[in-house]
């Protein structure tokens, strides 16, 4: 079993309802976009869409927003799911 295989079992048998997994996993990404070698050079601050502090309206399926240390923004949507069927 792979290493996000293992990972997304474990948030499934922690938080059997959906949106509390759903919150679980940003708040996983958001600790792996800051620690993880691969990415933790890449940001200067990771947020949450509900902490960040300069977001303007609505929830439009923004769940994780990263500031690049130049300054630009990444909009980042999460999806906890065990396979994504994507169409097209």
Known sequence: MSGFAAVY???CARYPNEQD???A???LIQKVLLT???YRDRFSEVHRWNEWLERDGTDIGIDIVARRHDGGLVAIQCKCQDRIDKQG
Do not use: D, V
């Open 9 to 11: 079992r474990q948030l």
């Open 21 to 23: 997994r759903g919150r």
């Open 25 to 27: 996993f940003e708040h």
């Open 36 to 38: 993880a070698p691969m």
